[in-house]
């Protein structure tokens, strides 16, 4: 995080163009607000939903960066046939899922259990650049 700055300038918000699973999304934004605030809800606020998911580990999905860029649906199916047969032994009795955003070096595998997950991140480590992917 940076600090705001002091004096008035452009800012620039950022959204993605698409969910994990490579659907497109639409963001509408209706008001912005830059600046500190003091947090209202007060206790602990572990156990709501969305709080600081933002920053959470996900237990059963891998992310796979530095793949080279695909740009075709062609080349989306061949890196997910080539992602299922890779991780296939970690899968467990329902397989992986994989998701390829197109346009991107990167993808996302999602095992049956965290169990899995460990094993492929040790074992896979050699061949594919991963880690934890997060809640998003």
């Not at 300038?9 to 963001?27: A, K, M, R, T």
């Not at 008001?31 to 939903?49: F, V």
């Not at 991780?87 to 467990?92: D, E």
């Not at 074992?123 to 650049?129: F, G, R």
Request: glycine share 6%; with cysteine.
């Amino acid at each position: 995080r940076k600090e705001l700055p002091s004096k008035p300038c452009s800012l620039f918000l950022q959204f993605p163009s698409c969910d994990d699973y490579g659907s497109p999304e639409n963001w509408s934004v209706y008001k912005t607000w830059w600046g500190n605030k003091a947090i209202m809800a007060k206790g602990d606020l572990a156990g709501i939903p969305g709080v600081n998911s933002f920053n959470a580990i996900h237990p059963r999905k891998l992310f796979v960066s530095g793949l080279p860029k695909i740009q075709t649906e062609a080349e989306v199916d061949i890196r997910r046939a080539e992602l299922e047969r890779a991780f296939r032994k970690y899968g467990g009795a329902r397989g992986v899922t994989c998701i390829i955003p197109t346009n991107t070096t990167f993808a996302f595998v999602e095992m049956e259990n965290e169990r899995m997950a460990d094993v492929a991140l040790s074992e896979m480590a050699s061949k594919y650049k991963m880690n934890r992917a997060r809640w998003s």
